[in-house]
């Protein structure tokens, strides 16, 4: 079992529609959770970080976090074009100090 | 400038070569990271270093080595370049809890 599972894509939204991306985590010690977007050949820019249960809002992101159920998400409200990328689950395991353990990724395509 | 700096942005090697790969960051931070990234497996961490006389080996160190040379800088060695090792590199860093800042990647060819 992977430690970090983001749910498989690619993911297809309309311009203007809710996207959702999904990731579980095996650790249930971990602490710190981060979604990362990623640009076709570009680094990983840390979008969003959560860590306590509930909802976290920034602009058009939100996370959700759930540590009972091990799950966290993260919805894009008004999806643009511009949000196309593929978004990194990382979860700061209990066992693992600083070091984050990264989901393979969901890639998202916004379309006009 | 950016916060964390890699060089080079493109390499391509002969097999056999040994290569190193710098970053330099100006975050402060003490904890630095090596990572590689394949197409379907996603972020794998190499080597790590939460200050300069701590160094830890990640989950695919084979093949690798790195030095710290102060605080801001944190190299990766190649020691025999090999095809497999072709890979996006990152190096990033972090002030914990936060999260990674992670450097613009060092596209990497050996052939």
Redesign the interface.
Known sequence: QKEVEQNSGPLSVPEGAIASLNCTYSDRGSQSFFWYRQYSGKSPELIMSIYSNGDKEDGRFTAQLNKASQYVSLLIRDSQPSDSATYLCAVNEETSGSRLTFGEGTQLTVNP | DADVTQTPRNRITKTGKRIMLECSQTKGHD?M?WYRQDP????R?IY?S?DVKDINK?EISDGYSVSRQAQAKFSLSLESAIPNQTA?Y?CAT?D??????????T?LTVV
């Open positions: 904890r990271y379907g497996l996603g972020l961490l790590y939460f990640g996006l990152f972090s914990f809890p936060h999260g990674y800042t992670f450097g613009s990647g596209r």
